[in-house]
């Protein structure tokens, strides 16, 4: 019991149960839907309702869309010769800040034998039915056993096709100490060291 | 540009809006709202309109209500000899997970001159009007100069009335140590001491 009318109540749990947010945060926000211009909550309501009943998934890239074919497959002035390959919807963002301007192939996950994840379960199959006009295949999975073992076996199927096959580079972040650096890092960081100037 | 379709952006927008939430937070959030239970995300869009259509005010404490009396106000259980005076809705949480069994009293705010917030803007006409069988008045606005403006406040225009008024007491958190109190709440914690045996 909080004292307030279950219809806040309601409101709260719904928050709460959101990543990251506990019972205090929850309150707060359900606090600020009360305060807030009505027409800006009901808007949002509205916006939540409509991702959940408009949004698919593009029939290429399987990013989220809200139509077919969503706006960046169908954008022609994007690079056709490469393909990004990531686990899911959220790297594109990462990806698009950075400056990429090629097209994406959403995995929706990663290899897991452990969590029964096989290749059945990706989106393995639509990629190799996209790549007529691909040059170079970046992997972009995460940088843990399930990304790798995903960029092993993506590079292994593509074996016999002509795709220059990438992964991100892995090192010392930028901006970041090398003191803080972990081992594993350091040791990738300096086997794939850059070179700078010859002799 | 995220790279995701615009009603997905709309939902980073709607949460970014909300106090704490950052752009990268709102991102998250939004992306659980793809991945969760479809149901749960409608109900959830529904309990926020529900919120800002259905709640109003109680025509009593000025506490949030789905009907004209809240549902403390109408309480037959509560004694209502104690009238709890809050700043905000949000502070009956707390006072109803202390324990606190008496009725409420939201101003809507404190007296803020530098704002121009006085007696007028806040709910105190309608506290003179439930004073009938009240013995106790306990004016638990904020410890800070608005809150302590509006406590004087009250005392003074509730002078003539033979109603007891209290403050909640000010001093060393529970559980806090000494060590960092500041001055002002340790004067005040040591001037209004407890006694625990006499002689």
């Known amino acids: 019991m909080t004292g307030l009318p279950p219809t806040i109540e309601r409101v709260i749990d719904s928050f709460s149960s959101f990543p990251g ?80 301007k090629g097209f994406y192939h959403v995995l929706g996950g990663a290899l ?15 990629l190799i039915g996209r790549l007529d006009r691909v040059k170079e295949i970046i992997i972009a999975t995460n940088m843990n056993i399930e990304g790798d073992t995903t960029a092993l076996y993506l590079s292994k199927m593509l074996v016999d096709r002509h795709i220059k096959i990438t992964r991100l580079a892995r090192g010392v972040p930028v901006g970041g100490h090398l003191e803080f650096v972990d081992e594993a890092t350091l040791t990738r960081s300096l086997s794939e060291r850059v070179l700078i100037r010859d002799e």
């Open 21 to 100: 947010i506990g019972k205090k945060t929850a309150q707060r926000l359900a606090l600020h839907v009360m305060k807030a211009d009505k027409e800006t909550i009901l808007q949002f309501a509205r916006s939540l309702t409509d991702a959940r009943e408009k949004i698919i998934y593009c029939q290429l890239c399987h990013n989220y869309s809200e139509n077919d074919v969503c706006h960046i497959c169908s954008d022609p002035l994007r690079d056709e010769s490469v393909i990004c390959v990531v686990e899911e919807p959220a790297d594109i963002i990462l990806f698009e800040k950075a400056g990429y």
């Open 112 to 126: 897991s034998p452990l969590d029964g994840i096989g290749p059945e379960d990706l989106n393995v199959e639509s």
